[in-house]
């Protein structure tokens, strides 16, 4: 049973535009979230994170949301840039725990 | 060199070799992780290293073998693998393991592995 879920495997959106990615997730006892970004041949690398006790993390053009209420977080790319074209993977975290527990992936494609 | 580092970058063997997949970090953290990403699936976590001590073990069929010589150091043998097993394997490490406040791991550009 997943406890990372990325339900959109793939995104498409204009250059310019915003780009929103979507995570849920199952367990409530979850306190950290990251979002990593991967190009081809390459390992993921660390985007943004956001603890349980925010709602809301800005980095530049990325900002993270997390709704706790609906065990959901998005992350707001604006403006999207060509270069942002990547797979992007939602993680989780329990303090109790550690690991990370990652989602499958979402394909984002910044057209120009 | 700097981050983390893993070779080979790609590998095929065949199912009756014996290979073995090296990861190093120059980040001075403590704890290592060894992760499986499959087609249309998440990573998967295979293995982690804590102050070069095992933490974590998540029911890897005993073909994967780790060892971890030290905090610097991962490796992964791999015996009698399936073409299944074909994947690409990331390693990561992290400042420790355990607390919400250092999870953040940085990864390797990860081996591409073939079985045929």
């Known amino acids: 049973d997943q406890q990372v879920k990325q339900n959109s495997p793939s995104l498409s959106v204009q250059e310019g535009r915003i780009s929103i990615l979507n995570c849920d997730y199952t367990?409530?006892?979850?306190?950290?979230f990251l979002w990593y970004k991967k190009y081809p041949a390459e390992g993921p690398t660390f985007l943004i994170s956001?603890?349980?006790?925010?709602d809301k993390n800005e980095d530049g053009r990325f900002t993270v949301f997390l709704n706790k209420s609906a065990k959901h977080l998005s992350l707001h790319i604006v403006p999207s840039q060509p270069g942002d074209s990547a797979v992007y993977f939602c993680a989780a975290s329990a303090w109790s725990q550690g690991n990370l527990i990652f989602g499958k992936g979402t394909k984002l494609s910044v057209k120009p | 060199e700097t981050g983390v580092t893993q070779t080979p970058r790609h590998l095929v063997m065949g199912m009756t070799n014996k290979k073995s997949l090296k990861c190093e970090q120059h980040l001075g953290h403590n704890a290592m992780y060894w992760y499986k990403q499959s087609a249309k699936k998440p990573l998967e976590l295979m293995f982690v290293?804590?102050?070069?001590?095992?933490?974590e073990n998540n029911s890897v069929p005993s073909r994967f073998s780790p060892e971890c010589p030290n905090s610097s150091h991962l490796f992964l043998h791999l015996h009698t693998l399936q073409p299944e097993d074909s994947a690409l394997y990331l390693c990561?490490?992290?400042?420790?393991?355990?607390?919400?406040?250092?999870?953040?791991?940085?990864f390797g550009p990860g081996t591409r592995l073939t079985v045929l």
């Open positions: 367990n409530s006892m979850f306190d950290y």
């Open positions: 990561a490490s992290s400042q420790d393991q355990g607390t919400s406040n250092h999870n953040e791991q940085f």
């Open positions: 956001i603890s349980s006790i925010k």
């Open positions: 290293y804590n102050f070069k001590e095992q933490t």
